[in-house]
């Protein structure tokens, strides 16, 4: 926050910049692993669980908190024409206030970062359901930024998958097993070894942890400012 308001007060043409922000990160309380998730602004941070997607941040926007207020219905939110207005973010004033959470991971776990043009574009359940039959990170924000661009990429698209696997029994090859035969019963399918690298994405970040494999990948839009 510090170093976007010093840039933007040392630049004219950059004055009034700001950006929202969701982060994840891991920490040890006693011998047990934890996650801890920080947001500022509309960005999201999701959890997809036993076959349920949960929101776990609260967007800092005015739709939201009329939402809250219960002056608004979701529903209304989705199509209100300030859904856009947000009221938290990095670089606008000199102290700013961060909503932070504790999660404590289970393997099979997936948590799901990403910038409003995604859920703006692709809703929930079509989220989730991807989450669900996509066993391979890479794949799933392939898909997801690739479904937000055919249905209109207005706006930047970040997402950004943690998978939770157990090191002894990662599930996510025999699901692709299951996923290629089932689309392709009669034919030969190759899977991805669990050690492979990952397909090929435009300016992707990727590392090993013991969240097993992050993968992101980001779509800007050529007339948007900072983000």
């Not at 840039?7 to 006693?30: H, K, N």
């Not at 300016?203 to 050529?222: I, Y």
């Amino acid at each position: 926050n510090a170093a976007i308001t010093r840039r933007a007060a040392s630049d004219a043409e950059l004055q009034g910049m700001g950006t929202t922000v969701v982060a994840l990160a891991s920490f040890f309380e006693g011998d047990a692993q934890q996650l801890a998730l920080v947001n500022v602004g509309d960005s999201r941070g999701y959890r997809f669980r036993g076959g349920v997607l949960t929101q776990l941040t609260d967007d800092h926007s005015l739709v939201a908190d009329l939402v809250r207020d219960g002056m608004l219905r979701p529903d209304q939110a989705e199509q209100h024409p300030q859904r856009n207005v947000i009221t938290r973010a990095l670089g606008i004033d000199v102290d700013v206030q961060v909503d932070s959470w504790i999660e404590t991971p289970v393997a099979g776990d997936r948590f799901l970062l990403c910038s409003d043009g995604l859920f703006n574009e692709v809703s929930e359940p079509v989220i989730a359901e991807v989450l669900a039959r996509v066993p391979w990170p890479e794949d799933v924000v392939e898909q997801l930024v690739d479904m937000a661009n055919k249905a209109g990429g207005r706006d930047n698209i970040t997402v950004l998958l943690v998978d939770v696997v157990d090191p002894e029994n990662d599930v996510r090859q025999a699901l692709a097993d299951q996923h290629a035969a089932a689309e392709a019963p009669t034919k030969s399918s190759e899977t991805k070894p669990a050690d492979s690298a990952p397909a090929a994405a435009e300016h992707p970040e990727e590392k090993s942890g013991f969240l097993g494999r992050v993968f992101g990948r980001k779509k800007g839009h050529p007339s948007d400012g900072a983000s």
